[in-house]
């Protein structure tokens, strides 16, 4: 379950959101008001990268959600240092970003979420 008041929309989400499916665009959403939530993250549609990026005033690029045909994925900038991150996320062929794939119908891991963001921000913050 997300925390209540999360209805967030970046500006140009939905012009992202427009050529996906429709349970893409609710589950990149939800994932975007997750990620809002989180004190001291703002989001910015970046169109070139076709990405919601996460930044954070002392520690910088946390994270990003890209959507994508058939899932969304949450990229955390240094996902490498991330010691809560072994066993969740993906992409150990990268030299320092990592990312948790959601799909559509999958329960989204709402408190690992959490715990990664606040370990992603205490790393530079």
């Not at 929309?9 to 012009?15: E, I, K, M, Y």
């Not at 010691?83 to 993906?90: D, R, T």
């Not at 690992?112 to 913050?125: H, K, P, R, V």
């Amino acid at each position: 379950m997300l925390p209540s008041g999360c209805a967030v929309t970046p500006p140009g989400l939905d012009d992202l959101l427009v050529p996906l499916p429709a349970e893409i665009g609710l589950l990149c959403r939800d994932l975007v008001a997750l990620v809002a939530s989180t004190p001291g993250l703002d989001g910015a549609v970046k169109t070139g990268w076709r990405s919601i990026n996460f930044r954070h005033a002392r520690a910088g690029h946390v994270c990003a959600v890209f959507p994508h045909a058939d899932r969304v994925s949450l990229y955390f900038e240094h996902g490498n240092l991330l010691e809560q991150g072994q066993g969740v996320l993906e992409g150990d062929r990268l030299k320092k970003g990592r990312y948790l794939r959601l799909r559509p119908g999958q329960e989204m891991p709402v408190d690992t979420i959490g715990i990664l963001l606040s370990e992603a921000i205490a790393l530079f913050a």
